[in-house]
């Protein structure tokens, strides 16, 4: 079935889609999250764990 004009306009319109591991990209989504603060991190849309690594990396704890 195909989809109306409108919510294809809709669905491209939805933000940024990244399909695929974020390895490459997990430095630069960490330093445009700034600094929480308290030094905890919660990587909601995980998947792989990449970013969640490298915040671990950088010294943040897991979020709870």
């Known amino acids: 079935m195909a989809a109306s004009a409108g919510a294809e306009a809709q669905r491209r319109s939805s933000g ?11 430095d630069a989504i960490l330093d445009l999250a700034g600094d929480p603060g308290d030094g905890r991190f919660v990587d909601a849309f995980c998947g792989t764990g990449s970013v969640a690594a490298v915040a671990a990396s950088r010294g943040r704890q897991p979020g709870r």
Do not use: L, S, T
């Not at 940024?16 to 997990?26: F, L, Q, T």
């Open 16 to 26: 940024v889609r990244y399909i695929g591991n974020k390895a490459r990209v997990a």
